[in-house]
């Protein structure tokens, strides 16, 4: 019996995620249909936080209630909401039930009740199914009296998380932030979840934080995060993006001046330090600032005062300083480019954000997020990746990271679109739409590929057949450029420093002569 299964779960000492999992899977089994979908709401967005039967990308998609009109049927009345086979309104997961893998077809049943928790809504259950005529009226009738036993996983779930928080708070850390509340970094892998437990940690102290990784992992996100879980959450989080300061305003933005203070000063202003005083200062692209705009800058991180450009008086602030760096700043303090003192007072706790390539499968949960978001942009119905093109993004070494994700994802939308996709269709991404430098089984232009092995002969793990294809793709580039990195890096579309980084770990051995050039 279902009721026995899911009162089982209830007592059972289970991880939440776990216990929601298995809610989703017991439920599937239980009605016979292709998907069932736990959903959060928060601030007028749903998010899954359990899904079964829907592919991998599915987690992360956020549906706005106000674009969707069956999930916001199903959250205006408390009975089971059924919708028929023939229903006009879009339904979000057309193309997304992973049975038939390869061929995008739509969802033909559909019935959803709303999930409340200590009397206001908390979010919506769905399921889903390929045969019209699977949910009949004994099915309604079941999910309206299993309501009762999912709402009490779901408090049961939250009460969890509650006790886990004071926990938390008992030991200096500081409670869980809701999907949706401006703190929410997509993903689900160990090496994500590891870090993001660290910064909770680092989180409560005042401790400046210095966040380093290649361009495009996503610095800003876990430097807001880190704010938002601060006890300065509620105070002001002020961003300077130091690459973008020419050096001869940099003062003045950074500390700002009084009327006078040189030409073109019609008014006093303060700086960004004053901007952020009681709250947090988030210096992104550090090691872009100049040696004087350094000492500055160490000056007012070690006395907690500023002064005006063309005023005598400091002025006392109260600012953490979070920075974040695609550098490696260690080797800017070697060479003579960075204040070795400086870069003392803002690494007190160094944090590495992961790339995208060492995250697994959050490549398709990211993926999921980016065609929702165009998906809507675009006016689709529904908008998916073929098992192919998925295979492609999972295997590609993503120099670029997430944002180049995104990138690829917002081009083969609008590249299908402009090749004669219809919107009001399933419009599904295949890996030549998406356009990767280097995708499975292609080979890296001016370089050799290895031939596929006889039958029957094992073949090398995928990561080796990259790694061999981005050695190629390197020393040709290098060889191009008469062994000038610089030149390589432009060469292969990839910022100098993670080029110096990729090339270290695949073994390259860098000259003296060449590494700078």
Same mark, same amino acid.
């Given at each position: 019996m279902l009721d026995d299964t899911l009162l089982a779960d209830l007592v059972a000492d289970l991880p939440s995620a776990v216990r929601l999992q298995r809610l989703v899977r017991t439920l599937r089994e239980e009605f016979r249909?292709?998907?069932?979908?736990?959903?959060?709401?928060? !601030?007028?967005? =749903?998010?899954?936080?359990?899904?079964?039967g829907l592919v991998r990308e599915a987690l992360g998609r956020r549906f706005e209630v106000a674009?969707?009109?069956? @999930?916001?049927?199903? *959250?205006?009345?408390?009975?089971?909401?059924?919708?028929?086979? !023939?229903?006009? *309104?879009?339904?979000? %997961?057309?193309g997304l039930v992973e049975q038939h893998p390869g061929e995008p077809l739509h969802v033909h049943d559909c019935m959803g009740i709303s999930l409340h928790v200590e009397g206001e809504a908390w979010g919506v259950l769905t399921l889903d199914a390929l045969v019209a005529g699977t949910f009949d009226d004994a099915a309604r009738g079941a999910l309206e009296r299993y309501a009762l036993l999912i709402e009490a996983a779901v408090r049961v779930t939250r009460l969890e998380q509650d006790l886990r928080a004071l926990r938390m708070a008992h030991h200096g850390e500081v409670a869980h932030i809701e999907p949706g509340d401006g703190g929410e970094i997509l993903g689900h892998s160990a090496v994500l979840q590891r870090l993001l437990r660290e910064l909770d940690v680092v989180a409560e &102290?005042?401790?400046?934080?210095?966040? &380093?990784?290649?361009?495009?992992?996503?610095?800003?996100?876990?430097?807001?995060?880190?704010?938002?879980r601060s006890p300065r959450r509620h105070t002001p989080l002020v961003q300077v993006n130091c690459a973008a300061l020419p050096e001869s305003l940099a003062e003045s933005e950074l500390f700002?001046?009084?009327?006078?203070?040189?030409?073109g000063a019609t008014s006093d202003r303060a700086g960004r330090f004053e901007a952020a005083d009681g709250g947090t200062l988030f210096l992104d692209e550090v090691g872009e600032l100049s040696p004087s705009i350094q000492a500055k800058l160490l000056r007012a991180l070690q006395n907690g005062e500023v002064q005006r450009l063309g005023e005598d008086t400091p002025r006392r602030v109260d600012v953490r300083i979070i920075a974040a760096t695609n550098r490696h700043l260690a080797d800017g303090v070697r060479?003579?480019?960075?204040?070795?003192? =400086? %870069?003392?007072? =803002?690494?007190? %706790?160094p944090v590495v954000i992961p790339p995208l390539r060492e995250r697994g499968s959050d490549v398709l949960v990211l993926a999921g997020?980016?065609?929702?978001?165009?998906?809507?942009?675009?006016?689709?119905?529904?908008?998916?990746?073929?098992?192919?093109?998925?295979?492609?993004?999972?295997? %590609?070494?993503?120099?670029?990271?997430?944002?180049e994700l995104e990138h690829v994802i917002s081009r083969a939308a609008i590249k299908a679109l402009g090749q004669g996709a219809r919107r009001d269709d399933i419009v599904t991404l295949v890996p030549e739409g998406l356009d990767l430098p280097i995708t499975v089984g292609e080979a890296v232009p001016g370089t050799a590929v290895a031939a596929a092995p006889?039958?029957?002969?094992?073949?090398?793990?995928? $990561?080796?057949?990259?790694? /061999?294809? /981005?050695?190629?793709?390197?020393?040709?580039?290098?060889?191009?450029?008469?062994?000038?990195?610089?030149?390589?890096?432009? $060469? @292969?579309?990839?910022d100098?420093?993670? =080029?110096?980084?990729l090339a270290r770990r695949l073994g390259i051995k860098q000259l003296p002569e060449s590494k700078g050039g």
């Open positions: 249909c292709g998907a069932v979908c736990l959903l959060r709401l928060q !601030d007028g967005v =749903l998010a899954p936080v359990a899904v079964d674009r969707h009109p069956r @999930l916001a049927t199903i *959250l205006t009345t408390r009975r089971t909401t059924v919708f028929p086979p !023939d229903s006009t *309104l879009p339904d979000p %997961y057309d &102290s005042d401790l400046p934080v210095l966040l &380093s990784g290649e361009t495009g992992v996503g610095k800003e996100l876990f430097a807001r995060r880190l704010h938002l700002g001046h009084v009327k006078g203070a040189f030409s060479d003579g480019h960075f204040r070795a003192d =400086l %870069y003392h007072r =803002l690494s007190v %706790y997020h980016f065609l929702e978001i165009n998906r809507a942009r675009l006016g689709v119905r529904s908008l998916r990746l073929s098992p192919q093109a998925e295979a492609a993004l999972s295997a %590609y070494h993503w120099p670029g990271n997430v944002r006889p039958s029957g002969t094992a073949m090398r793990p995928l $990561r080796e057949q990259v790694d /061999q294809a /981005q050695r190629h793709a390197i020393r040709a580039a290098l060889a191009a450029s008469g062994g000038r990195w610089a030149e390589a890096a432009r $060469r @292969l579309a990839i100098p420093s993670n =080029l110096h980084k």
